[in-house]
């Protein structure tokens, strides 16, 4: 027979058996909620990271990873790849494969699927490089020009009023006398009764600012860097699609 003692030991254990129970239920319970679906299964690993992006700092792609550089590839041997994007990439031959995106020498955007940041922007398309619109404020240029020389025309002087001017000679108001500016201008009469106006065709040459090239920054930022295209400071990586 047990005897007591033995009994009140037994006893105990289980009570202390029961409690730990308990505990690994509580951790067990608050593990299920806060874990991804994952059991920790490799190919469980390797299926979740299938469509994934990667830069890679090495110059060829690792086992299971194909660089992203376009290719076309065959929709049967890279199945899982080709559930995932389908023809988002391109469509390949349209029948036996696909194209793998081309992020050579460009950066990734992030996409906005409301289209909020990037309006009428699809899913995976490319996009140029481009600059913002802006102005430049003139701060004053000349025009050069030049009058003509094809027509004649005549300058007057009045000199005062003159009280013995002949009957003859007429205009007792005064006398106009004519004078050449140059020898490009030419006077008929010795001396002038109208009121000499005459035109000058003024031709004003086209005005036009050139824009060269930065020499200065005004930010303090050092020489301004300029070229064939607009891009933020990088570093050149790899970049490769799980398959």
Known sequence: MIQEEEFNKILTLVEELRTKVQILEVQLKRDKNTQPPINGNKTDIDDLLVASITAFAMETPPDGW??????????????????????????????????????????????????????????????????????????????????????????????????????EDGDKEGLLYSFDLDERNSHDDDYIRNNGEHYHNLEINQGQAILENPTDSHTGAGKPRHGNETRVKNVALLYCIKY
């Open 66 to 167: 194909l660089v992203c550089d376009g290719t076309e590839v065959s929709r049967t041997e890279f199945a899982r790849l080709f559930e995932r994007v389908g023809e988002t990439f391109g469509n390949g031959d349209g029948s036996t494969t696909f194209n793998l995106p081309d992020l050579r020498g460009v950066s990734l955007r992030g996409w906005s699927v409301e289209g909020k940041q990037d309006p009428g922007r699809k899913f995976g398309s490319y996009q140029p490089d481009q600059m913002q619109s802006h102005k430049h404020d003139d701060k004053g240029h000349t025009h050069t020009g030049k009058t003509s020389t094809s027509y004649k025309h005549k300058h007057e002087l009045k000199v005062g009023d003159i009280d013995d001017i002949d009957e």
